[in-house]
């Protein structure tokens, strides 16, 4: 079933929003200076959003634009079909439960079924609630959460750029011993 870009980017949107939990739509508007009413009728559909509104909202999510529509696509696709007859987004508890996997320009993005449930749980929601919560008091307890958010969040960074040297260390320790098998052999 072919969707509009509309559709798909509405259809994205509406899952990282539910997926990201209580708040959401306002830490987008406010972060991204996007109006909350011009935001809210992106996400009902009323207004398709213009290509800046676009970016500003799949970078928030750190997605390019391309990938926002790829996984708006993909959510449709394998979404059950609203019974009602409107044009209602579907709810994420009505998905079919096969994983979901999206080939993206830049990187696979694989959501499987179990990640889908988890971030939709009330355990999950629960925790963003009480770190937003927290965030949002402005006090000595928010400024302790938001430095272990940058130091957890930093060394998220380092641990992946780590992993990257030592899968290229371990490459070039095959390529030299490649090469000492060569020249030892000549």
Do not use: C
Request: zero cysteines; proline letters at 4%; a negative charge.
């Amino acid at each position: 079933m072919a969707q509009s870009i509309s559709d798909n980017f509405q259809a994205a949107l509406i899952h990282l929003l539910e997926t990201e939990g209580r708040g959401a739509q306002s830490r987008l508007a406010r972060q991204q200076h996007i109006d909350k009413g011009y935001l809210s009728a992106i996400i009902k559909g009323r207004k398709p959003g213009s290509e800046e509104a676009r970016s500003k909202i799949a970078a928030y999510f750190q997605l390019t634009y391309e990938e926002m529509l790829a996984l708006g696509r993909s959510l449709l696709e394998t979404s059950v079909p609203p019974s009602s007859g409107d044009d209602a987004p579907v709810d994420a508890s009505k998905r079919e439960s096969k994983p979901l996997i999206t080939e993206l320009p830049d990187r696979a993005l694989l959501v499987r079924e179990e990640e889908l449930r988890y971030h939709a749980s009330p355990q999950y929601r629960e925790k963003t609630q009480k770190v937003n919560d927290i965030l949002s008091a402005q006090d000595v307890y928010s400024k302790i959460l938001e430095g272990f958010i940058d130091v957890v969040y930093e060394a998220s960074i380092q641990n992946v750029e780590n992993q990257a040297l030592k899968k290229r260390i371990t490459e070039l320790e095959s390529r030299l011993i490649a090469l000492e098998k060569r020249w030892g052999a000549s």
